[in-house]
């Protein structure tokens, strides 16, 4: 058996056990002691696991995370208008990266622009993008990500570092006056390498992202426009003025246009 079909099963028995030793992995997958240790420096890297004495864990973090499709009906109806907003940012013929994110996901869903090129690792995007017969898709491969619906590891990477893209769309699990911060460190990876491959980075996401934390930090520098869907913190706004960061406060229900400010 590969190493990253012991991890993804090693995973899938974290999933449901919360914990596994290192005796446990050598009796699971008939290894040595010095394979398992390997596997659990891959996984602790990767940012997925926690070192406990005697073998690995789930981070704490991970039972406050909710599933994509839990995500995905949380805040409907902010991410729905963030999304809109979003996608009028786009031109015909561009090439656009979308992350993985179910904000980003309502931005695909509502594209008016023509003959774009759509760069993503997501599963749900190209269902949503795949419907426009005049959208071309370039899809990311990598290992499949069953949970979060994303394909992952280095060739993501490997094959974003080839692309150069006129827009980049990309989430965030929270915001905090210092960043954008996410659960897993590739996350991370990912999106510094679509920003560095990007004329133009845009982030969407809605107001609670503004009230949580998370674990991986990636810079604002790496971000123009900051699409949200309501007033944010006086001190990240500040932030944003001195970085020079356009932001757009979509507003909701009965209010008017949303309002661009720099």
Do not use: W
Not at 45 to 66: D, F, I, M, N, S
Not at 194 to 208: E, G, P
Not at 218 to 237: A, G, K, N, Y
């Amino acid at each position: 058996m590969f190493q990253e079909e012991r991890l993804v099963n090693i995973l899938d028995y974290l999933k449901q056990h919360k914990t596994m030793s290192v005796g446990e992995i050598c009796s699971f997958f008939q290894v040595s002691r010095d394979t398992a240790r390997r596997d659990i420096v891959k996984l602790v890297q990767e940012g997925v696991v926690v070192r406990t004495h005697g073998g690995v864990a789930l981070p704490e973090l991970q039972k406050e995370l909710t599933s994509y499709q839990e995500r995905l009906i949380d805040e409907p109806t902010s991410k729905k208008v963030i999304g809109e907003h979003g996608a009028k940012l786009i031109r015909d013929h561009e090439t656009v990266f979308f992350d993985v994110s179910t904000t980003v996901q309502f931005v695909a869903e509502h594209i008016q622009a023509r003959e774009i090129t759509a760069v993503t690792h997501s599963i749900d995007n190209v269902g949503i993008l795949s419907k426009r017969e005049d959208l071309s898709i370039y899809l990311l491969g990598g290992y499949l990500h069953t949970q979060n619906r994303l394909l992952y590891g280095p060739s993501v990477i490997d094959k974003i570092s080839e692309i150069r893209a006129d827009k980049a769309f990309i989430g965030a699990t929270a915001i905090q006056p210092d960043g954008l911060y996410y659960p897993y460190e590739e996350d991370v990876r990912v999106k510094r390498e679509m920003a560095r491959r990007s004329d133009q980075v845009i982030l969407v996401a809605d107001h609670t992202k503004f009230a949580v934390k998370s674990r991986f930090k990636l810079d604002f520098d790496h971000v123009d426009i900051i699409v949200t869907d309501q007033s944010i913190p006086v001190e990240i706004q500040e932030i944003l003025d001195h970085k020079n960061i356009t932001l757009i406060e979509c507003q909701t229900h009965n209010q008017q246009d949303g309002v661009e400010s720099k």
